[in-house]
T-cell receptor, first 118, second 113 residues
Framework: ETGVTQTPRHLVMGMTNKKSLKCEQHLGHNAMYWYKQSAKKPLELMFVYNFKEQTENNSVPSRFSPECPNSSHLFLHLHTLQPEDSALYLC?????????????????FGPGTRLTVL | TQLLEQSPQFLSIQEGENLTVYCNSSSVFSSLQWYRQEPGEGPVLLVTVVTGGEVKKLKRLTFQFGDARKDSSLHITAAQPGDTGLYLCAGVAGGTSYGKLTFGQGTILTVHP
């Protein structure tokens, strides 16, 4: 596999379920990201991990819990979600080599998980 | 909070026409990126512009970064049906180390044969 992969591609869950989204990058990158893409809002950054450390939590509700066991894998654990959490959840990775590289840092996105909360 | 206003939200044109998509902000960005996203896929980076006033060309696509690094435009010449998709602009905040991106709302482009 190459690039950034995400599983599952589609997920339907009830509000009381617990599920996890998985992201894997095969690019040797140091940073990984979770984004939420809703129909009526711009793509929103949720979490950033750099070298397995969380460096950004964009005021995300605690019903979303990220986990980054190593630089290649990123999970998003979901529990007691609301219907308004239905969206496309995108994972991305980048090299993120430091302040001088920030402006030109390229993020590579996975295909996303289409989540529907009933 | 930095915001990026992207316009128009929808564009439906005939093959061969030209179009321009705009991305505006009151904030200064260290760079501005343009992505294209197709259904069922994640966004794919088209270009990064870094210097104020910079112009980059990719075949029929021309990207411009404003002098003040607050706005950008994407111009497509002689659009083709294969250009259909969602176009997103994203700003990289100054001083960021890890590429924190602020996205515009996106422009859904449909090019009819």
């Amino acid at each position: 596999e190459t690039g950034v992969t995400q599983t599952p591609r589609h997920l339907v869950m009830g509000m009381t379920n617990k599920k996890s989204l998985k992201c894997e990058q095969h690019l040797g990158h140091n940073a990984m990201y979770w984004y939420k893409q809703s129909a009526k809002k711009p793509l929103e950054l949720m979490f950033v991990y750099n070298f397995k450390e969380q460096t950004e939590n964009n005021s995300v509700p605690s019903r979303f819990s990220p986990e980054c066991p190593n630089s290649s894998h990123l999970f998003l654990h979901l529990h007691t979600l609301q219907p308004e959490d239905s969206a496309l959840y995108l994972c991305a990775s980048s090299q993120a080599t430091g302040t001088s590289g920030g402006a030109r840092d390229t993020q590579y996105f996975g295909p996303g998980t289409r989540l529907t909360v009933l | 909070t930095q915001l990026l206003e992207q316009s128009p939200q929808f564009l439906s044109i005939q093959e061969g026409e030209n179009l321009t998509v705009y991305c505006n902000s009151s904030s200064v960005f260290s760079s501005l990126q343009w992505y294209r996203q197709e259904p069922g896929e994640g966004p794919v980076l088209l270009v990064t512009v870094v210097t104020g006033g910079e112009v980059k060309k990719l075949k029929r696509l021309t990207f411009q970064f404003g002098d003040a690094r607050k706005d950008s435009s994407l111009h497509i010449t002689a659009a083709q049906p294969g250009d259909t998709g969602l176009y997103l602009c994203a700003g990289v905040a100054g001083g960021t180390s890890y590429g924190k991106l602020t996205f515009g709302q996106g422009t859904i482009l449909t090019v009819h044969p």
